[in-house]
């Protein structure tokens, strides 16, 4: 049964006009590999940059006009003026075909969809953790901070120094920027949550909320880490999807209402949740 349809969340089908106004077809712009494996893409598309959300993601069509495939849920990394910016990792059909797409290429997307952060959570200072490509829908995220005049604190982890990208943008957009890697090769030699844990230990400054996103693993970690210090945590969660608008139930989480454990859908109710709700190793 789905659960009590948390912050956001409305319980219509997928035919409702909502998601019939969010089919777009938008032009990619700009195309930069960012590492080996990741792409940033630009695209212009003024509808849904009107309308995006921190948080948010769309669903990306895949392989051209005729071909038959699940569409890909892809985060908004960012919003500039009337431009969408995404990241994209290639981890197999449709992220290779989607980065190796030439500017000039018009791509069918789903969105805005999905339930975001919830800002006004984040009080005077915050922290935004990342991990991996799980930076993608934090910059924006920042950003939105940093235009309400409360910027957040970037913490971001990688294995080593080239799997980290876009610092620069997210140095823009930041109070500070703190790296960790595995093997030491820039910043904190060890974990993100260890960079985390230290910076909420330090009594110097006071946190009013957590914002992350990464691996399960590390959102895990994080969200213990919030609750021993007291402080209200969001994660933006992934699964696989589907429909990506509700209606085929592939991509649910278990979630704790009102006492007793449901489900929720990622791609409608999330993919950001309230650490306290959530319930993990699904
Ligand atoms: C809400 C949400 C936001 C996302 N944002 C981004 C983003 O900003 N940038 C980005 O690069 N990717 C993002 N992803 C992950 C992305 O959707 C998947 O990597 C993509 O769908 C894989 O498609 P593929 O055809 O390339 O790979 P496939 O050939 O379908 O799969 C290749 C491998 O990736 C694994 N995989 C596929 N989908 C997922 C998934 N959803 N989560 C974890 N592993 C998966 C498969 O199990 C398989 O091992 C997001 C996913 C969600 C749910
Ligand atoms: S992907 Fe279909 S309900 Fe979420």
Redesign the pocket.
Same mark, same amino acid.
């Given at each position: 049964m789905l659960a009590g349809l948390p912050r956001g969340a409305t319980k219509g089908p997928c035919w409702e006009p909502e998601f019939v106004n969010r089919l777009h077809q938008v032009e990619l712009i700009e195309s930069t590999a960012v590492t080996a494996d990741?792409t940033r893409l630009v695209f212009s598309a003024p509808e849904v940059a009107k309308l995006a959300r921190p948080g948010q993601?769309l669903h990306v069509k895949?392989g051209g006009e005729d071909a038959f495939y699940l569409r /890909?849920?892809?985060?908004i990394?960012d919003v500039i003026e009337d431009r969408m910016v &995404? &990241?994209? /990792? /290639?981890? @197999?059909? @449709?992220?290779?075909w989607l980065a190796d797409r030439p500017v000039g290429s018009a791509i069918d997307l789903i969105g805005p969809l @999905?339930t975001g952060f919830d800002s006004t959570l984040a009080g005077a200072q915050s922290l935004v953790v990342g991990g991996g490509?799980g930076c993608?829908?934090l910059l924006y995220l920042l950003r939105s901070l940093k235009v309400r005049e409360t910027p957040g604190t970037y913490i971001v982890g990688g294995r080593h120094a080239a799997d980290l990208f876009s610092i620069e943008d997210f140095s823009s957009v930041a109070k500070d920027v703190l790296i960790a890697t595995d093997d030491g090769s820039q910043g904190h030699k060890g974990l993100v949550t260890e960079l985390l844990a230290s910076e909420l230990n330090d009594t110097s400054r006071k946190y009013e909320a957590i914002f992350a996103c990464g691996p399960e693993p590390m959102l895990k970690a994080v969200s213990a880490i919030a609750a021993e210090h007291g402080i209200p945590c969001e994660v933006?969660v992934?699964? &696989?999807?589907a429909c990506g608008i509700g209606v085929c139930l592939s #991509?649910v989480h278990k979630a704790q209402v009102d006492g007793s454990t449901e489900y929720v859908r990622? #791609?409608k109710e @999330?993919?950001v949740f309230n650490t306290r709700s959530l319930v993990w190793g699904n």
């Open positions: 990741v993601f895949v /890909r849920p892809i985060s990394h &995404l &990241l994209v /990792r /290639r981890v @197999g059909y @449709g992220t290779n @999905g490509i993608g829908p933006s992934e699964a &696989l999807m #991509c990622v #791609c @999330g993919p």
